[in-house]
């Protein structure tokens, strides 16, 4: 390496202030060494919102100190570029460069840049410092039983956190950038000899194939790769707790992180993971099939009970038993809208209670849905708008459609309810059925990474059916899912529960 005379620091920081616009917090420190080194001049540049000023102080330090150490040597510049080069300042390691839009770069990425006089290459340490949100309890996915920790938006953290539950050598993180604007890191991660190349590769590849300006959040990324854009069901699953992502990569799927977002996505998913939550595998069994198969009950409430109300109101009386119509005939005596205005409007004020709970301030939000739906359910059945049964329809489908463990899921329910209703008005159990039919051939063609939405039911797989609707003891799960892992040993070498006095000790093999 030799000086150049020609390439001096002031003809770059006036490159720098012209690129980055020279905002208010752009910071460029020059330092002239005079101790140990003659007229040595350098400079330090960073925004002063990205960086941790204490390592900025730190480092400011350690150089004249490093400055002081050099006496009596010839060329002292580029000895001391080589000296800075090999020292970690403020317990950063250090790289280099030499492009000046690799300066500019690592200046938006938080990074501290130092330039010499005469010399082209600059040194960058990782100083970046913001104070994000500590880690909390997950709030999407709340649990009785299990870890309290959630994910947070510092991407760095959330992989921590994987770090520490899966200590092996064989976890993979590979680092993206997403966004031609906002230039986002998104990380990929899997386990080598788990995760399956095919799937691997084909999450690169659409991940590699996403052109955009700016990525936010995990859910930008979900939407670009999904097999079916136009689906109502999400193929992709997204959770913010660092257990579920974990089990996820040890059955062979891979994660996906998004720096500033507390969600990760995990793929290839199947239809019935959407109701299976982590606490179900921290309970037995069978108190487990009792939680899924609630959920799985909830679900047909959710879609069907409107639909099915509307149906049995409008086309098919005969159908209801006789002291029950008259009941709900005397009930609807001086409604004047038909039991589908009737549903529609409570099915909308309840959507708004909802929204309205969600937006407000957490402090009066639940005390706003709560009142909000006794009041008006009260209110319009005194006023005859609707009747007494319809608000009791509606109350369970909305209780029902809080039973399931993912909010993308429930979301979709609630908009293939509306369908169920409106066929339902004009074609009655005629029209139910017809939905059902429709919907099950949609969710049988749907695929996640090309692995089939509905498996292990279709296709059917009996074998792999161990973690479904019901799931066996752990000690019965020796083998990995075979359309998503590659896997070929076993995942628990016990042969049965450990008895009083015997033990087992697994083996990996």
Known sequence: ??????????????????QLGNGSDLSIQRMRLHEGLSNVLIAIIFFSSLVDKAKIREMSLEINKLSNSIKGIGNKTEIYFEMLQNTPLCGSNVTTGSNDEEIIQQILEGHTVIIFDGIEPFLCYNTYGPEGRAIEEPTSQTVIRGPKEGFTEKIENNISQIRRRIKDQSLRIEPLKLGTITKTNVTLLYIDGIAQESNINEVKKRIGKIQIDGIFESGNIEELIKDDPYS?????????????????????????????????LIAPTTFMEFFISSEDHYHSPFASALFRLVRLLSLFLTVLVPGVYIALTTFDQELIPTPLLLNIAAQREGVPLPAFWEAIIMEITFEILREAGIRMPRAIGPAISIVGALVLGQAAVQAGFVSAAMVIVVSITAIASFCIPSTSMADALRIIRFIFMLLAAFMGLYGIFICIIGLTLHLCKLKSLGVPYMAPFAPVLSKKNQDAIFRAPLWSIKQYPSLISKAKTERCSMNGPTQKGQTHTPERK
Request: net charge negative; glycine share 4%; no cysteine.
């Open 1 to 18: 390496m030799k000086k150049d005379n020609s390439i001096s620091v002031d003809s770059k920081i006036d490159w720098i202030r012209q």
């Open 232 to 264: 109502l069901f999400p193929t992709i699953y997204n959770t913010e707790r660092p257990d579920t992502v974990s089990s996820a990569l040890l059955e062979g799927k891979i994660a996906i992180f998004v720096d500033g977002s507390p969600y990760s």
